[in-house]
């Protein structure tokens, strides 16, 4: 049977007719996926011989089996239907030419919210798309329909429908038929476009504008104000402020009222940072093409025109902000705001940008930010801190405080200052040490403590406690499962568990899991399950708005269903990642893990857990050499005397020497009772250790353990009863106890 009398059969309106279409419908259902694509796209007979299915007939199908609910149908033939390769640009040929259209777009609606058609839809429907922006923004097509806009009445319609489609690529040619002065019909219509096109128009009209002679000045300005949209007020504002023309600075005034009635009152530098301010924040006004992997930078030359540049959206939005602060800068150098704004961008330009790209706004021979960041000084980077800090961007927090530490003095570090929105008095590093990333909050804490302050600051008592615990807890990893079955809970936390991570109590919600979390350090992951998109909205709002979760990354398995509208809104988002519910083991593991990696650097690994543990120590004693009186060291001794016992070689040196300049007996005690319980070396290095808190502070042994310190000053080891020894005599014991080990008796005499 063949396709064509297939279809017939199953739509026809004449009752035998739909018995057969349903008993063949039927049939296909008990056939395998193989029987099924054979009997519903057979191969096609030439006269050349045999060869598969068109390209028509294979999209048809897949049309057609999507709309009858036969999915495992549709899916086969779409897989064979992509795996033909095709250029987005024919494939959009393919779809027009088979006058399905309309029926394309509504199938391929509707196999997004299934689960096993979902990707093998959503790759046609970017193949479609990005052929008709292939079309649409290609210079030969978009010179056509220029020169169609002073042709027939219909031709003029499609002519700028099409243009508006191309939307910024078609700025430039419109530009230049905007100035045409031989053709004045042209200039209307083109102006018109322009217009049409609206916000995606502005910023390569406002470039144009600012390094264009005075009538272009006046033309665009006038253009700019009938689009009205606001950030073509920087450039309106700087253009009534450098030019000596009388028309041009009137035009560019009427196009500012035109807009925004007030913003004549702003400065021109402020104009700037407002609109570099909603490049950082990647507002949706300012993001010409949201989920595309290019947007366009603007650049004018009078003699070469406006010209535009690809540049990776990643970090699009880096290179407009510090484009916007430095213009602003050099108007107002003194503005710490632009400052700020540009070295936050470039820092997350950084951090953004792909590995070997070759970025066109930032050259590779140029320093790199790290280097801009350290020249700036503490000021600015406080206030770049502040941003990170308000948008729980945990990278560039850490990257704020590693710039922080090289050059800040004590009082720089803490001191409060005009950080924020509206110059809010803030302390960003101390503000980091609550920051719901463990990396951020050893970083800040390091910074303060080896800047010795010597003068106190809110916040002052958490500095030494987070060191101390990044000495014990710096690798542990901690998640947290929302779930209300106790199976799914239990299946995932072993996936996890095997991970490395330590896995919370089981809640149903963020308020259940509000006990467990505040009871470690920070949440490294939160994994939710089954959330439909009402509850996850609700979930995300209630996480960001914690002050223990608000950075922490979110994983959510959901249902079949729920899996297509959720990916889709979540889909730009770096903290979060959605994946089935049913997807295997391995996949949850390597979720989790990228997901991890991409909102905060992935969890902490050993070496990086020892280097924390390393610098925490170091700063440590050095506070407690200098007897620190903001920072004093006492109040790690808890965790301290923890770390002891459960570490080895170098660490337990190094913690044992910190606690060897705590003045407490626990401190003292837990060096003996560590030392009884080793042996060799590392005994006679905590020995050493309980002998110099001895002479600082005297003896606070226990009777129990003085008895075990003459004990071992009699061992066969020399090391072992000559480090006895010295402790014995660094204890300051009465003669009695001394004796047995004079007369090399066991017993004093009475």
């Known amino acids: 049977?063949?396709?064509?009398?297939?279809?017939?059969?199953?739509?026809?309106?004449?009752?035998?007719?739909?018995?057969?279409?349903?008993?063949?419908?039927?049939?296909?259902?008990?056939?395998?996926?193989?029987?099924?694509?054979?009997?519903?796209?057979?191969?096609?007979?030439?006269?050349?011989?045999?060869?598969?299915?068109?390209d028509t007939d294979l999209l048809k199908d897949f049309i057609h089996f999507t709309r009858i609910a036969?999915?495992?149908?549709?899916?086969?033939?779409?897989?064979?239907?992509?795996?033909?390769?095709?250029?987005?640009?024919?494939?959009?040929?393919?779809?027009?030419?088979?006058?399905?259209?309309?029926?394309?777009?509504?199938?391929?609606?509707?196999?997004?919210?299934?689960?096993?058609?979902?990707?093998?839809?959503?790759?046609?429907?970017?193949?479609?798309?990005?052929?008709?922006?292939?079309?649409?923004?290609?210079?030969?097509?978009?010179?056509?329909?220029?020169?169609?806009?002073?042709?027939?009445?219909?031709?003029?319609?499609?002519?700028?429908?099409?243009?508006?489609?191309?939307?910024?690529?078609?700025?430039?040619?419109?530009?230049?038929?905007?100035?045409?002065?031989?053709?004045?019909?042209?200039?209307?219509?083109?102006?018109?476009?322009?217009?049409?096109?609206?916000?995606?128009?502005?910023?390569?009209?406002?470039?144009?504008?600012?390094?264009?002679?005075?009538?272009?000045?006046?033309?665009?300005?006038?253009?700019?104000?009938?689009?009205?949209?606001?950030?073509?007020?920087?450039?309106?504002?700087?253009?009534?402020m450098t030019s000596g023309n009388q028309n041009v600075q009137t035009a560019a005034q009427r196009a500012m009222t035109r807009i925004d009635s007030g913003s004549n009152g702003a400065s021109v530098a402020e104009l700037y940072i407002q609109l570099a301010n909603r490049y950082y924040s990647q507002t949706r006004d300012v993001t010409s093409f949201p989920g595309e992997e290019f947007q366009l930078l603007w650049s004018f030359q009078p003699a070469a025109g406006l010209t535009m540049t690809g540049i990776r959206s990643s970090v699009f939005h880096e290179a407009m902000a510090m484009r916007l602060a430095e213009r602003a800068l050099e108007i107002d150098a003194s503005s710490q705001e632009a400052l700020t704004i540009w070295l936050a961008s470039n820092l997350r330009r950084e951090i953004q940008q792909p590995q070997g790209y070759d970025n066109p706004a930032y050259p590779s021979d140029r320093r790199d930010a790290m280097y801009f960041a350290v020249t700036a000084g503490a000021g600015p980077m406080q206030g770049v801190l502040a941003r990170a800090i308000d948008a729980k961007d945990t990278l560039l927090a850490r990257k704020s405080i590693a710039a922080i530490e090289q050059t800040a003095g004590s009082k720089a570090l803490t001191d409060s200052g005009a950080y924020g929105t509206a110059g809010a008095t803030r302390q960003p590093l101390v503000e980091a040490l609550s920051y719901p990333n463990r990396r951020v909050q050893y970083e800040s804490a390091l910074a303060i403590g080896s800047s010795q302050p010597g003068a106190g600051f809110s916040g002052s008592d958490r500095v030494v406690p987070t060191m101390a615990a990044a000495v014990r807890d710096a690798s542990s990893k901690f998640?947290?499962?929302?779930?209300?079955?106790?199976?799914?809970?239990?299946?995932?936390?072993?996936?996890?568990?095997?991970?490395?991570?330590?896995?919370?109590?089981?809640?149903?919600?963020?308020?259940?899991?509000?006990?467990?979390?505040?009871?470690?350090?920070?949440?490294?992951l939160i994994v939710a399950l089954d959330p439909n998109p009402t509850e996850f909205a609700e979930l995300i709002t209630t996480v960001r708005g914690t002050s223990r979760t608000a950075a922490t990354p979110i994983l959510a398995l959901t249902i079949a269903e729920a899996y297509p509208d959720l990916r889709r809104r979540y889909e730009t988002e770096t903290s979060v990642a959605i994946r089935p519910l049913a997807?295997?083991?391995?996949?949850?593991?390597?979720?989790?893990?990228?997901?991890?990696?991409?909102?905060?650097?992935?969890?902490?690994?050993?070496?990086?857990?020892?280097?924390?543990?390393?610098?925490?120590?170091?700063?440590?004693?050095?506070?407690?050499?200098?007897?620190?009186?903001?920072?004093?060291?006492?109040?790690?001794?808890?965790?301290?005397?923890?770390?002891?016992?459960?570490?080895?070689?170098?660490?337990?040196?190094?913690?044992?020497?910190?606690?060897?300049?705590?003045?407490?007996?626990?401190?003292?005690?837990?060096?003996?009772?560590?030392?009884?319980?080793?042996?060799?070396?590392?005994?006679?290095?905590?020995?050493?250790k309980v002998s110099t808190s001895a002479k600082r502070f005297g003896n606070l042994l226990e009777e129990r353990q003085i008895r075990r310190v003459l004990e071992l000053a009699r061992s066969t080891d020399p090391a072992e009863s000559t480090a006895a020894a010295a402790l014995a005599g660094s204890l300051n014991l009465p003669n009695a106890d001394l004796l047995p080990l004079i007369l090399g008796s066991q017993t004093a005499s009475k």
């Open 70 to 240: 036969r999915y495992d149908v549709a899916a086969s033939v779409g897989r064979e239907l992509l795996s033909r390769n095709m250029q987005p640009r024919d494939f959009v040929k393919l779809v027009d030419a088979t006058g399905e259209g309309a029926r394309f777009d509504e199938t391929v609606g509707r196999a997004m919210r299934v689960a096993g058609l979902e990707p093998l839809a959503g790759a046609m429907y970017k193949m479609y798309e990005t052929g008709r922006l292939e079309a649409a923004r290609d210079p030969k097509e978009i010179a056509e329909n220029i020169a169609k806009l002073t042709g027939t009445v219909q031709g003029r319609i499609r002519a700028s429908a099409r243009l508006k489609a191309a939307g910024e690529y078609a700025v430039p040619q419109l530009l230049t038929a905007l100035m045409d002065r031989d053709n004045s019909a042209l200039r209307s219509e083109a102006q018109r476009v322009l217009v049409d096109i609206g916000s995606q128009a502005v910023i390569p009209l406002s470039t144009a504008m600012v390094g264009a002679d005075p009538a272009m000045q006046e033309r665009l300005a006038d253009v700019l104000g009938l689009i009205g949209h606001r950030s073509a007020l920087p450039f309106l504002a700087d253009v009534n």
């Open 479 to 524: 998640a947290a499962i929302l779930a209300r079955d106790a199976e799914q809970y239990q299946a995932i936390r072993k996936i996890l568990e095997a991970d490395g991570y330590v896995v919370l109590s089981r809640g149903s919600s963020m308020a259940e899991l509000e006990g467990p979390i505040a009871e470690v350090p920070a949440v490294d």
């Open 583 to 688: 997807i295997p083991a391995e996949a949850v593991s390597k979720s989790a893990s990228d997901l991890v990696l991409a909102a905060s650097g992935g969890p902490i690994g050993s070496d990086e857990a020892k280097d924390y543990a390393v610098r925490s120590l170091r700063t440590l004693r050095d506070l407690a050499l200098t007897r620190n009186a903001i920072l004093p060291v006492e109040e790690s001794v808890l965790p301290l005397i923890k770390s002891l016992g459960e570490t080895t070689g170098s660490t337990r040196q190094d913690v044992a020497e910190v606690l060897s300049f705590v003045p407490q007996q626990r401190a003292q005690v837990a060096l003996m009772d560590t030392a009884i319980a080793t042996s060799g070396a590392e005994r006679v290095m905590l020995i050493n």
């Open 1 to 54: 049977m063949t396709r064509s009398s297939y279809r017939s059969r199953y739509r026809t309106g004449t009752q035998s007719g739909l018995l057969a279409g349903l008993l063949l419908a039927a049939s296909a259902f008990a056939m395998s996926d193989a029987d099924a694509r054979q009997a519903v796209a057979p191969e096609v007979k030439t006269d050349q011989g045999v060869k598969a299915s068109s």
